[in-house]
């Protein structure tokens, strides 16, 4: 119902930054929430931001506080996640999610959202 694009992925510096973009489609509308999440190899995905659709309240894994920056723009369907001062332990692949409507589990737990991107890579080199 729900189809999610991520892009803005790629390598860069320690120190360095990135905007990564999320493109909605489909019933966009029933959408509660979008968050990113980030999973390195062999480990589990990672919450790092989430945003609520209608009333754009954000969310921060405290990881990430200070670095990492999550928008919306209503009128393209997308969501943004600005990264800066990047460190090579934020190596992975970052995955938008969409929750369909709110939920005991919050947003914090991959397993509440209903929706999933493809992933992008972020490379951080040292």
């Known amino acids: 119902q729900v189809q999610l694009v991520e892009s803005g992925g790629g390598l860069v510096q320690a120190g360095g930054s990135l905007r990564l973009s999320c493109a909605r489609s489909g019933r966009t509308f029933s959408s509660y929430a979008v968050g990113w999440f980030r999973q390195a190899p062999g480990k589990e995905r990672q919450f790092a931001a989430a945003i609520t659709w209608s009333g754009g309240l954000t969310y921060y894994a405290d990881s990430v506080k200070g670095r990492f920056t999550i928008s919306r723009d209503n009128g393209k369907n997308t969501v943004y996640l600005q990264m800066n001062s990047l460190k090579p332990e934020y190596t992975a692949v970052y995955y938008c999610?969409?929750?369909?409507?709110?939920?005991?589990?919050?947003?914090?737990?991959?397993?509440?959202?209903?929706?999933w991107g493809q992933g992008t890579q972020v490379t951080v080199s040292s």
């Open positions: 999610a969409a929750q369909s409507a709110i939920t005991s589990r919050g947003l914090v737990e991959a397993g509440a959202y209903d929706y």
